[in-house]
């Protein structure tokens, strides 16, 4: 079954703004990873964060981690539009790095 | 970098054909993973391996199974292939450590007539 669900399916800025995903998830995890994906493409890794961490910065990215509320949120600062792509949330759990991933976010920055 | 690579980018078979997906990965992961990709259900784990002959059932393993012979290579087998299985597939690895993201192959976008 699923485990991570983003919110919102779909989102569309303007050049410029900030882009606010969220990811929500079930059981204990052990990290939770944000991955990015081009039209008709393979997912490429952006930012892991660990069960332990509750923030994190890559570039651009900032990423929060609550797992007491069980769910993530990725932002993405001043976007472009080549950040224009589907964004998926996974988790990693205690069981031979199986990973699951949600339905996603599909991001759409206009120029 | 990693590479993982997918045999085809384009598939199209008959129902009941069967049909095999590859997928070779370069950076020696121990984990290997089939997913397929449908419209809004992102993404559902098919079968993993963490060791060669080493298989696990992810969510959705009706229909298909799996081949791991060697390290590098994990193979997906549609044994007769259905409509509904018409889908992105999806191949990554990574290693067995915790912590470590996945890689992608660029996806085979398989049509079952």
């Known amino acids: 079954s699923q485990q991570g669900e983003e919110d919102p399916q779909a989102l569309s800025i303007q050049e410029g703004e900030n882009a606010t995903m969220n990811c929500s998830y079930k059981t204990s995890i052990n990290n939770l990873q944000w991955y990015r994906q081009n039209s008709g493409r393979g997912l490429v890794h952006l930012i892991l964060?660990?069960?332990?961490?509750r923030e994190k910065h890559s570039g651009r990215l900032r990423v929060t981690l609550d797992t007491s509320k069980k769910s993530s949120s990725l932002l993405i600062t001043a976007s472009r539009a080549a950040d224009t792509a589907s964004y998926f949330c996974?988790?990693?759990?205690?069981?031979?790095?199986?990973?699951?991933f949600g339905a996603g976010t599909r991001l759409t920055v206009k120029p | 970098d990693v590479k993982v690579t997918q045999s085809s980018r384009y598939l199209v078979k008959r129902t009941g054909e069967k049909v095999f997906l590859e997928c070779v990965q370069d950076?020696?992961?121990?984990?290997m993973f089939w997913y397929r990709q449908d419209p809004g259900l992102g993404l559902r784990l098919i079968y993993f391996?963490?060791?060669?002959?080493?298989?696990e059932k992810g969510d959705i393993p009706e229909g298909y199974s799996v081949s791991r012979e060697k390290k590098e290579r994990f193979s997906l087998i549609l044994e007769s292939a259905s409509t509904n299985q018409t889908s992105m597939y999806l191949c990554a690895s990574s290693l067995r450590d915790y912590n470590s993201p996945l890689h992608f192959g660029n996806g085979t976008r398989l049509t079952v007539t």
């Open positions: 950076m020696d992961h121990e984990n």
């Open positions: 964060i660990r069960s332990n961490e």
């Open positions: 391996s963490y060791d060669v002959k080493m298989k």
């Open positions: 996974a988790t990693e759990g205690y069981n031979n790095n199986d990973m699951r």
